[in-house]
């Protein structure tokens, strides 16, 4: 050391020096850039905490974490709106305090499973008294370790789920029935073409046939009258013998029935062709308001007209329904369908037949009922296919239904058959009705 003070220094001991200095100097670089790196890393750990935050807060379903001791670790926001407390006062407390007693065991079962996942409907206690019911999901929550730290439970209302099941279960079942009432329309109208062409074809055989009848019968009378001309004459030894060999006096009765039952048969031919050739509905009338009061009473008597005795038929009809459509169509409907009743209570000891007309909404609606058999629940999805019947052999054609279906549904609405309330069967025809002012 100098005499003044000062410290002098050798020149290893300055190099040490200048060492420790550069050091000083280095680490405190290495600090400032640790610093650095430090707030960059705060700072993504902030933004990467804000965007859980603001995920969290916009789920709508709840969601809440819990420790191994079912305490509360942390809530999201829709939880919050749920029991009507801030995070901070529910952090800390038991879940089962907040949960309906009622629920509490099944919420400890559902927290004790040690694998997977659990579900389970509880009610939450809320300020003003308990919460909808919700599904709660529980999953395993676990720590750093990967040992078990708890459990993550989310959930929503069963009210909203099962309106969700309901709605996409009742859009599946209307689409499976507008499938099939495609398919049904579509073979209805394969079906229809074909039948119209084949009955078209018919048409004109069957035209030779009914004329040619008919002057079979102006052709029968007239023989018979030249044989009885003949008979009354006195006849040979030769004549009386073949007369009596050919059995002509049993010929000519027997002829007579024989034209009658032929003539009858292919009037009936005529009239099936002619129902066959209405299937096509090539040439669709004009549709105006229909008084439907006035149609079914007359449908009604020339049904019975054409079966008396068959049965009583009972009318509840309300007045001033009215359909938009083709009269004359909508009267061979019912026409149809209380004919078929007839039929059916035909062998009943106390035959009972119930037409009624209504006006549903936008819709007038004609029932025809009877207390007959029945149709079997097996064949109901039949009896609106072309040529099915359920009658005896030459008591029908199976196309009275059929051609009432296409007619109903050409007019825009629907036809069901089903079993009565009181057994027997029911159709109920829907047609648009008219509008209030048409109506009115």
């Given at each position: 050391?100098?005499?003044?003070?000062?410290?002098?220094?050798?020149?290893?001991?300055?190099?040490?020096?200048?060492?420790?200095?550069?050091?000083?100097?280095?680490?405190?670089?290495?600090?400032?850039?640790?610093?650095?790196?430090?707030?960059r890393?705060?700072?993504?750990?902030?933004?990467?905490?804000?965007?859980?935050?603001?995920?969290?807060?916009?789920?709508?379903d709840?969601?809440?974490?819990?420790?191994?001791?079912?305490?509360?670790?942390?809530?999201?926001?829709?939880?919050?709106?749920?029991?009507?407390?801030?995070?901070?006062?529910?952090?800390g407390?038991?879940?089962?305090?907040?949960v309906?007693?009622?629920?509490?065991?099944?919420?400890?079962?559902?927290?004790?499973?040690?694998?997977?996942?659990?579900?389970?409907?509880?009610?939450?206690?809320?300020?003003?008294?308990?919460?909808d019911?919700?599904t709660?999901?529980?999953?395993?929550?676990?720590?750093?370790?990967?040992?078990?730290?708890?459990?993550v439970?989310?959930?929503?209302?069963?009210?909203?789920?099962?309106?969700?099941?309901?709605?996409?279960?009742?859009?599946?079942?209307d689409?499976?029935?507008?499938?099939?009432?495609?398919?049904?329309?579509?073979?209805?109208?394969?079906?229809g073409?074909?039948?119209?062409?084949?009955?078209?074809?018919?048409?004109?055989?069957?035209?030779?046939?009914?004329?040619?009848?008919?002057?079979?019968?102006?052709?029968?009378?007239?023989?018979a009258?030249?044989?009885?001309?003949?008979?009354?004459?006195?006849?040979?030894?030769?004549?009386?013998?073949?007369?009596?060999?050919?059995?002509?006096?049993?010929?000519?009765?027997?002829?007579?029935?024989?034209?009658?039952?032929?003539?009858?048969?292919?009037?009936?031919?005529?009239?099936?062709?002619?129902?066959l050739?209405?299937?096509?509905?090539?040439?669709?009338?004009e549709?105006?308001?229909?008084d439907?009061?006035?149609?079914?009473?007359?449908?009604?008597?020339?049904?019975?007209?054409?079966?008396?005795?068959?049965?009583?038929?009972?009318?509840?009809?309300?007045?001033?329904?009215?359909?938009?459509?083709?009269?004359?169509?909508?009267?061979?409907?019912?026409?149809?369908?209380?004919?078929?009743?007839?039929?059916?209570v035909?062998?009943?000891?106390?035959?009972?037949?119930v037409?009624?007309?209504?006006?549903?909404?936008?819709?007038?609606?004609?029932?025809?009922?009877?207390?007959?058999?029945?149709?079997?629940?097996?064949?109901?999805?039949?009896?609106?296919?072309?040529?099915?019947?359920?009658?005896?052999?030459?008591?029908?054609?199976?196309l009275?239904?059929?051609?009432?279906?296409?007619i109903?549904?050409e007019?825009?609405?629907?036809?069901?058959?089903?079993?009565?309330?009181?057994?027997?069967?029911?159709?109920?025809?829907r047609?648009?009705?008219?509008?209030?002012?048409?109506?009115?």
């Open positions: 050391m100098a005499r003044d003070g000062t410290i002098t220094l050798d020149g290893d001991q300055e190099r040490v020096w200048i060492e420790v200095i550069d050091k000083i100097d280095e680490v405190y670089s290495d600090l400032l850039r640790y610093e650095s790196d430090l707030e890393k705060n700072t993504a750990l902030e933004e990467a905490q804000a965007f859980i935050a603001s995920v969290l807060a916009s789920v709508s709840i969601l809440v974490v819990v420790d191994e001791r079912a305490a509360v670790v942390q809530v999201n926001a829709a939880f919050e709106r749920l029991v009507g407390e801030g995070e901070a006062a529910l952090v407390r038991s879940l089962l305090d907040i309906d007693p009622q629920d509490r065991r099944a919420l400890v079962d559902a927290l004790s499973r040690g694998a997977g996942t659990g579900e389970v409907e509880v009610r939450f206690r809320t300020a003003t008294g308990l919460s019911l919700m709660i999901a529980a999953s395993v929550r676990r720590g750093r370790t990967g040992r078990r730290a708890g459990a439970l989310t959930g929503r209302p069963i009210g909203e789920l099962r309106r969700a099941y309901v709605a996409l279960d009742k859009a599946h079942r689409l499976q029935d507008a499938q099939r009432t495609l398919v049904e329309q579509e073979k209805m109208a394969s079906i073409r074909l039948v119209a062409g084949v009955a078209h074809e018919l048409n004109n055989p069957i035209s030779f046939v009914y004329g040619n009848l008919h002057t079979l019968v102006r052709y029968r009378a007239a023989i009258r030249y044989l009885e001309a003949v008979h009354d004459a006195p006849q040979s030894l030769h004549i009386e013998r073949l007369r009596r060999e050919l059995k002509i006096d049993a010929v000519l009765a027997d002829l007579e029935p024989l034209v009658d039952g032929t003539l009858e048969g292919a009037v009936r031919i005529s009239e099936i062709v002619r129902n050739r209405r299937l096509s509905f090539a040439s669709p009338r549709r105006h308001a229909v439907l009061e006035a149609t079914v009473r007359t449908a009604v008597q020339w049904a019975q007209r054409a079966k008396p005795g068959a049965g009583a038929v009972t009318l509840v009809i309300a007045a001033g329904v009215c359909a938009i459509g083709d009269e004359g169509k909508i009267h061979q409907v019912v026409v149809n369908l209380v004919d078929n009743a007839l039929d059916a035909a062998s009943v000891a106390e035959p009972e037949v037409v009624t007309l209504s006006a549903e909404g936008g819709e007038a609606v004609i029932t025809v009922a009877d207390n007959g058999p029945g149709i079997d629940p097996a064949i109901t999805d039949k009896v609106l296919e072309p040529f099915f019947t359920t009658k005896p052999v030459g008591k029908g054609t199976g009275g239904l059929w051609i009432s279906y296409a109903v549904t007019h825009g609405g629907s036809l069901a058959v089903g079993r009565g309330t009181s057994g027997g069967a029911r159709v109920t025809v047609l648009p009705a008219c509008p209030a002012a048409t109506a009115s």
